[in-house]
């Protein structure tokens, strides 16, 4: 049960940046456009796509998934002061404690790993066998 309740949990965490680094895919444009109107270059675009979507895909597949996390949990924080920090404004307070509450996420996860529902888990197991046999 533990398994598939990380699985899940993976799933939950892992949708949001799988979608977003999509949806930033298909709006390049309006999207280097935001970061700049932030203060930020729009060079940096293309890794926070990466991110978004390397990471997500890391979590999802449960791969690298405590570095991921970690990764994951700073890029949390970070967007959530560069993006959320209007706190006058409330839905930008909303969005701040949302990644706030990811970022927690983030950090149970790099704790406890992804489960034995995920690439890291078979890769151990993967590794054991290649020591019974040599």
Known sequence: MQNFTLLIGRLGLALIFILSGVGKLMAYAATAKLLVAQGLPSGLLPLVIFVELGGGLAILCGLATRWAA????FYSILTAVVFHGHFADHEQWINFMKNLAIAGGFLVL??????????????TRRKQKQKIFF
């Open 110 to 123: 790099a704790v406890h790993g992804a489960g034995g529902l995920s690439l890291d888990a078979w890769r």
């Open 70 to 73: 970690v990764g994951l949990f």
